[in-house]
Structures are given as structure tokens and as C-alpha cells.
């Protein structure tokens, strides 16, 4: 169940991925010891970006394809990732989308929950678990209800850095 799985780390990890892919309205579907991924990269208002998604779009390259990715892939995002999460002692922003993933990721452990399917919207998630006694959780929540996680984990992070 949620044991076996990290979801705060795989979470974040993917959340870096869609983020530099510019995508932040979704949805995630757990599929073995993957994820799959539905998306399209928020619109450029640009001419060069108009015309780059119209290329795309003649290759029929990623607009309506969806992400997969492995624990594999998962592994090196995290890795990759680090880098980018080295500094110390600076509250992260709370909006970005690995941060947001992360706490929902967070939130599933803290239930017991396991991932079947994320909603990802502008400033709300649908998420569809399995409880640790295995019935079916449907619940919407904002992106607002998760602030107090958000300083709960860094609080936590911190103290632990200066151990």
C-alpha cells in the first residue's frame, strides 16, 4: 500500500518534470509503480511559441499524447531535482507545483492513503485514494487547505538540517 511508495518524493519529482514542461493543469493516474500523465503545456502568448505549437501540432508531437513515468524515470528526476533543492534555510514557494505535489504526497502517507488518480487545476486537486482499510476516497480539496502542511514540512526540514 502507501507504505511501500514515497508519494511526497515521486510527487515533487514528477511536479519538477511538468513544471519545466510548463504544464500545471492535469490529470495523474497511478499505474503499476508508475504514473501517467494528461496535459498540455500552458499557452504562450508569444509569436515564436504560437508558431512552435503549430509545428507540434502538425508532428502531432505531445498536445494530445500523455506522460509516463517510471519509478526509473522517477529516480532520475529526484536526482536531477537536488540540485535545485540544496539551499538551506529559505522558505520555498509555496505555489510552485513540485512544492504543491509534495504536499499532497505528504498528506496520502500521513493517511495511509494509496494514489489512484490526481486532478490537478489552477488552485484546486481532485484525489481519488484508497484508504488503508481499502475503500474507495473521493475528495476536493484547494490549494489553500494545504498551507499549513506546507509550513508543518519545512518547519520539520529545517530542525532536521540543523541536527
Known amino acids: 500500500m502507501a507504505g511501500k511508495k514515497s508519494y511526497d518524493r515521486q510527487l515533487r519529482s514528477i511536479g519538477q518534470s511538468l513544471e519545466a514542461q510548463r504544464i500545471n493543469v492535469f490529470e495523474l493516474?497511478?499505474?503499476?509503480?508508475?504514473?501517467?500523465i494528461k496535459g498540455e503545456p500552458d499557452k504562450e502568448t508569444s509569436l515564436l511559441a504560437t508558431l512552435r505549437n503549430w509545428?507540434?501540432?502538425l508532428r502531432s508531437?505531445?498536445?494530445?499524447?500523455?506522460?509516463?513515468f517510471t519509478s526509473y524515470d522517477i529516480d532520475e528526476l529526484d536526482r536531477q531535482g537536488r540540485s535545485h533543492r540544496s539551499k538551506t534555510n529559505r522558505l520555498p514557494d509555496f505555489h510552485s507545483l513540485p512544492n504543491t505535489l509534495r504536499m499532497v504526497g505528504s498528506y496520502l502517507e500521513s493517511k495511509q492513503a494509496e494514489l489512484i488518480e490526481l486532478r490537478k487545476r489552477e488552485l484546486?486537486?481532485?484525489?481519488?485514494?484508497?484508504?488503508?482499510f481499502g475503500h474507495p476516497e473521493f475528495e476536493e480539496k484547494s490549494l489553500g487547505s494545504f498551507y499549513d502542511l506546507f509550513v508543518q514540512l519545512h518547519s520539520k526540514r529545517s530542525s532536521s538540517a540543523k541536527s
Request: hydrophobic share 25%; charged share 20%; net charge positive.
Open 61 to 68: 508531437e505531445g498536445i494530445d499524447s500523455s506522460l509516463t
Open 55 to 57: 509545428q507540434r501540432r
Open 124 to 132: 484546486s486537486f481532485s484525489i481519488l485514494s484508497r484508504s488503508k
Open 29 to 36: 493516474s497511478a499505474q503499476g509503480n508508475g504514473y501517467v
